[in-house]
């Protein structure tokens, strides 16, 4: 799973940032990738303390307290 290159250089330049290189895109993308899949680890623990196999938006807003 990979980032449009074009929304990630976009969220940089909405950040501040002026110049924005290849690298600096890719390195942000898989940063990006990383992150999504760490919290749906966390949150599918918590739906399966649920019981239940459908992960819900609340699910997700567990994984930041």
Do not use: H
Not at 20 to 42: F, G, R, Y
């Amino acid at each position: 799973m990979t980032f449009a290159k074009a929304q990630v250089k976009r969220l940089i330049k909405k950040s501040g940032g002026k110049r924005v290189s290849k690298d600096a895109v890719n390195t942000l993308s898989q940063l990006m990738e990383d992150k999504a899949l760490e919290v749906t680890a966390k949150a599918l623990k918590f739906a399966k303390y649920a019981k239940r196999r459908t992960l819900k938006a609340s699910d997700f807003e567990m994984t930041q307290l």
